[in-house]
């Protein structure tokens, strides 16, 4: 175990505020995150998933892939129906999982509906997200090439020097084998959440974007080709942008984040403006029992309310330990 020093390297997190619009600086971190990305996605792997180590100390892949999502949604006790030893060899057999779990969550969290209008949006953007699944993925890449991934990657966890080169990354337990053509440069660049991108803010974010794709198209030159053909990165990356699957990864990855996702960037691609009637006419085919699904979690989040306000009511005695 190493012990990072302060006069070697400090968290991203410590200067990211204030020095981000230093042009030079952030050239170094793009630079060294592509280089990172591209190492780690140079070695076509045969499989969407996790590695182990067994009792002999022999890699591989036979975990399902550790996502900090679904782990999220299991804390609070939300079936993921993904077993341990689940791994995917077809990116429409683990993007339809991904879904799963958005159902799930509908049907197991307490407070996951607030009022009928809402419940009835989700299920319809559930809907309409598996319907539009072939727009925004891949033909040429349903078997892979499936690559190594640092699907946590945040400011909190990457270790810098002054000049903002590289230095450490930890909190590894995320990393996992996924679709190449989830790569993307970080949502967090500009300092805002994934689901907060409008206007001024979304401009900013699209150019930074930009030059985060240039920077790594410039440093996967010194890189051959993937999967043994002239499969470039870059390219895979720039078409998502361009076609918006960034937002729909992102949607599928963020349980809370995926109906403000789908209405502020994913629906307007193909109908700006949105009919109030559109969640209850489509919200039907979420599933057979759709209405009753709403009704019964409009109760439990009643149930809830008045479960949270009787603990707030309670007089509960502190002591101060001395």
């Not at 499936?146 to 590894?172: A, P, S």
């Not at 996924?178 to 699209?206: C, S």
């Not at 890189?223 to 937002?247: E, H, L, Q, T």
Request: proline share 5%.
């Amino acid at each position: 175990m190493d012990y990072i020093e302060t006069t070697d390297a400090q968290l991203l997190s410590e200067s990211w505020d204030e020095l981000r619009h230093d042009r030079d600086l952030r050239s170094n971190f793009f630079k060294d995150l592509s280089h990172i990305m591209l190492t780690l996605s140079q070695l076509p792997l045969p499989r969407i998933g996790s590695w182990t180590i067994d009792e002999r100390g022999v890699l591989m892949l036979t975990n399902r892939p550790l996502a900090h999502h679904f782990h999220s949604l299991e804390n609070e006790g939300i079936l993921t129906n993904i077993p341990r030893h689940l791994t995917y060899t077809t990116t429409d057999a683990y993007y339809t999982d991904l879904l799963a779990c958005h159902d799930s969550r509908i049907r197991n969290q307490p407070n996951s509906i607030i009022s009928e209008e809402d419940g009835f949006s989700q299920m319809a953007n559930l809907f309409t997200m598996r319907g539009l699944r072939s727009y925004f993925t891949s033909r040429d890449l349903p078997h892979g090439p499936f690559v190594f991934n640092l699907t946590d990657l945040h400011r909190g966890n990457i270790f810098v020097d002054r000049n903002w080169h590289i230095k450490y990354i930890i909190d590894l337990e995320w990393a996992c084998s996924h679709p190449i053509e989830m790569l993307a440069a970080p949502y967090w660049i500009t300092n805002r959440g994934v689901d907060e991108f409008k206007g001024e803010e979304l401009q900013k974010f699209e150019s930074a974007c930009q030059e985060f794709m240039d920077i790594f198209e410039e440093e996967e030159k010194s890189f051959p080709p993937v999967y043994g053909s002239a499969v470039y990165r870059a390219d895979i990356m720039r078409r998502g942008w361009k076609i918006g699957n960034f937002w729909y990864f992102h949607a599928l990855k963020s349980p809370k984040g995926l109906f403000n996702l789908f209405v502020q960037h994913i629906q307007p691609i193909f109908e700006p403006q949105r009919d109030n009637r559109f969640a209850k006419m489509v919200s039907a085919y979420w599933a057979p029992d759709a209405r009753e699904v709403v009704a019964a979690k409009l109760l439990d989040k009643k149930s809830m309310s008045k479960k949270c306000d009787s603990c707030l009511r309670q007089d509960i005695p502190w002591r101060i330990r001395r």
